[in-house]
């Protein structure tokens, strides 16, 4: 394999991969070329969408007088993927009652089960891009041998249903496996795009199920509090990771009527500034939001300059409390939050925020917030 692109990346230089698409139209191409050819092949190169050539090996050929099946291993550079090192294969034989090229899932590959993925319900979750991949090798290949006849294409995966259980498939309706995946054909390490195109799927199947209002939760906590502390069953949730802005925006996108976000004082504390991606790598600001609306709401110089040199949210909202101004700095901080969330979302979209912390529990909520809690759990009763 002779792979070696590589990007630049928070000032790291970083090797990319390639995805399970890639290694589909892969195996697909060196299975149809050699039964097509009779020949032999130990590497194949493929063109991806992204316009740079991989040269795959090819490995595990199993060949007979009507099919021949090879596979071609995952790399996923230095993205840590669960799917890295597995093997995808590929089993192409001759279609003699028409001229079609025929693709098939198997073994390891997921099948959709719920409304609002890119492929309908029963179908076996390929991705668009994927499957043009796949379908334009082996008619590369048919074209090569000049052959007139009809291709089926079988692709598996067979570690597909043991890995899927560590994949976000079982929360997004996919059951038996994996998806093959990809829309470049390369896998860029640590990809936002991946895990954004993830959320607005969730979100997409909730509306297609009938929601039109619903949580958002940054992650675990938000999640948990939502279940443990306020009795709201965690399904009416989206888990939006760190991507606020992109959450929002995917609402919007899809005519959803409101959302309510619900997260640790840690996250949410940053939207106040108008930070609307959460990760401390790109913003924190945390410390300050709360300095000043402590000041705003009456602290000290030197409860201030206590507050800035705090490392965690949890000391310095126990300052806050030991000065008896934690109440009003929360209902300044959480007015602000309001601010940036409506411009965010525009008038479209109804928005609010609950904000809590595991030793204070619910610190504060916008105006909206009451009123998106009754609009999302009156859906469950319809």
Known sequence: MTHSHMIWKNQTKLRTGYTTGSCAAAATKAAAHMLLSGEDIQEISLLTPAGIRLYLEVEKTVRDRQTVSCAVRKDSGDDPDVTNGIYVYAKVSRRTESSDIILEAGEGIGRVTRKGLEQAVGEPA???????????????????ADYTGGLNVL????????LAAKTFNPKLGIEGGISVLGTSGIVEPMSEKALTDTIFLEMNMRKEGGMEY???VPGNYGADFLREQLGYEEDLAVKCSNYIGEVIDDAVRLQMKGILLVGHVGKLVKLAAGIMNT?????????????????????????????????TTTEALELLKENEILEKTMGSIMKKIEDHLIERAGKSLQIGAVMFSKEEGILGETTQADDLIRRINQQRKE
């Open 214 to 216: 619903c949580y958002v």
């Open 126 to 144: 390929v991705n668009k891009v994927p499957r043009q991949m796949i379908l334009r090798a082996a008619e590369e290949e048919r074209n090569n």
């Open 155 to 162: 692709i598996w995966i067979p570690e597909g249903a043991k």
């Open 279 to 311: 990760h401390s790598r790109q913003a924190d600001g945390r410390m300050e939001v709360l300095a000043v609306h402590a000041a705003m709401s009456g602290a000290s110089k030197r409860l201030v300059m206590q507050i800035m040199d705090c490392i």
